[in-house]
């Protein structure tokens, strides 16, 4: 396994387990955050203030939606995007 491998495996394995504790706190019924959290909770509001700067609103618009994207996909999505990338560009 080399450094990518791990780095995808991890991101997958931290979204699921983000993902999993989250249901089975909405199915004991507790308060939990962990659905909710995106980008922008996460970084900080005065982290994120250069995404309403850009100047194409394409642009703008994209970056919004990413940032807008619970965390725990956003792991699943990085992880399997890694896994696909290595798969192509792997060297033997």
């Not at 659905?35 to 618009?61: A, C, Q, R």
């Not at 919004?64 to 995007?81: P, T, V």
């Amino acid at each position: 396994m080399n450094k990518w491998n791990v780095l995808a495996g991890l991101s997958c394995l931290s979204g699921a387990i983000m993902f999993l504790f989250g249901m089975i706190s909405d199915i004991m019924q507790r308060e939990s955050n962990l659905h909710t959290i995106n980008l922008y909770e996460f970084l900080g509001e005065e982290k994120t203030m250069w995404i309403s700067d850009l100047p194409s609103k394409l642009v703008m618009n994209g970056f919004d939606k990413l940032f807008n994207l619970q965390i725990y996909i956003l792991l699943l999505i990085i992880g399997a995007i890694i896994f696909i990338l290595n798969g192509i560009f792997r060297k033997n």
